[in-house]
């Protein structure tokens, strides 16, 4: 299909494409997503299949995936200018490169090839992008729609991708009725909007919480500016601030949850195999043990690993003269049990605490980002961990995972907590590195699809930020916004039960870079046929 377009009308499309892609991060609606695409797509129609028209058709590309990226998360900027330039070139190859995979097949094959190879193409690069090695899946399109989630309850069977799925094909559709109109086609155009709503209302409506015991959990936010305060202030004075609020936990409470990297910086160096070594750790235990000692507090902490010598150290260990050992971003859990309860973040910010590519960059290891006191490429686990708690109200025990910030952005890892036991999710975090803007805002939204997807109370803890409660339907019951210092205490309901996104995952994605391969594979037969055909 051919339109006429003149230049300036190009550009308004484009500039259109970015609004509606980004309203969904901007806390106005994600709705608008469902046709976020379509002037792109008329773009890519108003264009014919010659070489030169490919390359305009990919500035235009470049510039609608780069102005939704600068647009939605240009505050990593405050954290690391070159973050967001890395952020806005993946987007523009990655994502824009299946949009000019659509469009070159688009010219040459049926629309029908051309359509499926951007649906499966844009559900494999999300994928991609969620587990590369340089991975920052901020702009999966299921997100937008963190603001809304009524509409999306089934993300419970879907997960995200889901999102991304009804996205892509409400904008074929819409797209198709703009260029072709016909009743037939605005009915099927309306239905691929409204049905999936439908189905989100009625899962919404007749979810229900599993009985049991209910858990009274206390969530801390310190509020310590991270560039002003929390590597500077001495670990003594950050201990007497978290006790004072720690304190205002109620005398039954069963958790209280402190945040991200709240202890092992600044001096208080915790090794693991010594953990009341550490003056914070051997303080909040202290404080447990005497105050709520049928309570469980989960911290985040900077923590140390010793090896016994090169050959038994991890591909990501660090060396101090003969000292061999690894550093980690963790979560730390103290309760009447003494056996140590650890969890190790696994998925670390690339350029702060990741190096990608490790094997083949591992000389160049000094020159990552030095982001609040952490150098070098942090360790990982190769396990998912929970905590659990058993006391007189819970005598059978109750499972906590705690995902430490930047992991409540990954749908099937975090799921996957709960898919191995976890019956409640503590996020932890620091979300202050990006001052008082989106950014915060975003990262605290996810943690409402997180919720829907595993069906759990997400028992949020930030240093500053959001901190508060979300249902299992991804609800906030309370929250404690920026530039806030206090507590918040919540009756939450612990669920055993796996919702069938935390035991298959993200298989939308991978399913669609098995059909993605086949529809490449089958266009260069077609091609070929094509050919051959001619030569006769």
Request: glycine share 8%.
């Given at each position: 299909m051919n339109i006429t377009l003149k230049p300036f009308q190009r550009a308004i499309l484009a500039l259109l494409s970015?609004?509606?892609?980004?309203?969904?991060?901007?806390?106005?609606?994600?709705?608008?997503?469902?046709?976020?695409?379509?002037?792109?797509?008329?773009?890519?129609?108003?264009?014919?299949?010659?070489?030169?028209?490919?390359?305009?058709?990919?500035?235009?590309?470049?510039?609608?995936?780069g102005g939704w990226t600068v647009a939605t998360c240009w505050w990593i900027y405050y954290a690391a200018a070159v973050g967001i330039v890395a952020a806005t070139i993946v987007a523009i190859l990655l994502f824009g490169?299946?949009?000019?995979?659509?469009?070159?097949?688009?010219?040459?094959?049926?629309?029908?090839?051309?359509?499926?190879?951007?649906?499966?193409?844009?559900?494999?690069?999300?994928?991609?992008?969620?587990?590369?090695?340089?991975?920052?899946?901020?702009?999966?399109?299921?997100?937008?729609?963190?603001?809304?989630?009524?509409?999306?309850?089934?993300?419970?069977?879907t997960g995200a991708l889901g999102g991304s799925l009804w996205v892509l094909l409400a904008n074929i559709l819409a797209f198709e009725w703009v260029v072709k109109r016909g009743k037939k086609r605005a009915a099927a155009a309306l239905a691929v909007v409204v049905v999936p709503m439908v189905v989100s209302l009625i899962v919404g409506g007749t979810y229900r919480q599993e009985g049991g015991p209910s858990a009274t959990v206390t969530v801390v936010q310190p509020n310590f500016d991270p560039y002003t305060e929390k590597y500077t202030l001495s670990p003594s004075a950050q201990t007497s601030t978290m006790l004072s609020l720690m304190a205002e936990a109620p005398a039954d409470v069963d958790y209280i949850v402190l945040p991200e990297t709240v202890i092992g910086d600044a001096g208080d160096n915790i090794w693991e195999e010594n953990i009341f070594g550490s003056r914070s750790v051997s303080a909040f235990e202290q404080f447990r043990a005497s105050r709520y000692p049928e309570a469980q507090i989960i911290t985040g902490a900077m923590t140390f690993h010793r090896y016994l010598d090169e050959r038994s150290a991890s591909p990501t260990a660090r060396r101090?003269?003969?000292?061999?050992?690894?550093?980690?971003?963790?979560?730390?859990?103290?309760?009447?049990?003494?056996?140590?309860?650890?969890?190790?973040?696994?998925?670390?910010?690339?350029?702060?605490?990741?190096?990608?590519?490790?094997?083949?960059?591992?000389?160049?290891?000094?020159?990552?980002?030095?982001?609040?006191?952490?150098?070098?490429?942090?360790?990982?686990?190769?396990?998912?961990?929970?905590?659990?708690?058993?006391?007189?109200?819970?005598?059978?025990?109750?499972?906590?995972?705690?995902?430490?910030?930047?992991?409540?952005?990954?749908?099937?890892?975090?799921?996957?907590?709960?898919?191995?036991?976890?019956?409640?999710m503590m996020v932890i975090t620091n979300d202050g590195w990006w001052h008082d803007t989106e950014g915060y805002r975003q990262h605290f939204s996810y943690s409402r699809l997180r919720a829907i997807e595993t069906r759990r109370w997400v028992c949020r803890a930030a240093n500053t930020g959001i901190s508060g409660f979300i249902s299992p339907k991804g609800e906030v019951v309370q929250s404690l916004g920026w530039d806030q210092r206090g507590t918040l205490t919540q009756q939450v309901q612990p669920q055993r039960k796996a919702t069938f996104y935390a035991i298959a995952g993200d298989y939308l994605g991978r399913l669609g870079g098995y059909v993605l391969l086949l529809c490449v594979l089958y266009f260069i037969s077609y091609r070929i046929k094509q050919k051959n055909h001619l030569v006769k």
């Open positions: 970015i609004v509606l892609l980004s309203l969904g991060w901007l806390r106005v609606s994600g709705l608008t997503l469902l046709v976020g695409l379509v002037p792109l797509l008329l773009i890519s129609a108003s264009y014919d299949a010659s070489r030169r028209s490919f390359w305009r058709m990919f500035g235009w590309s470049a510039l609608v995936m490169g299946v949009v000019m995979l659509y469009h070159y097949f688009s010219k040459r094959a049926k629309p029908s090839l051309a359509y499926l190879t951007l649906v499966c193409g844009w559900l494999w690069a999300e994928h991609f992008y969620l587990n590369a090695e340089i991975s920052f899946p901020w702009l999966v399109l299921g997100n937008g729609f963190a603001g809304d989630v009524w509409a999306v309850q089934w993300y419970e069977y101090s003269g003969a000292l061999w050992y690894d550093r980690y971003n963790a979560a730390i859990a103290l309760d009447r049990d003494s056996t140590l309860k650890v969890s190790h973040k696994s998925k670390l910010v690339v350029g702060v605490e990741k190096m990608p590519y490790m094997n083949l960059l591992k000389p160049l290891e000094k020159l990552i980002v030095n982001l609040g006191g952490t150098t070098g490429q942090l360790g990982v686990d190769k396990y998912r961990r929970s905590f659990l708690l058993r006391n007189s109200r819970h005598p059978y025990g109750v499972q906590a995972a705690a995902p430490i910030c930047y992991e409540s952005v990954y749908g099937e890892h975090f799921a996957g907590f709960t898919a191995d036991g976890a019956q409640l």
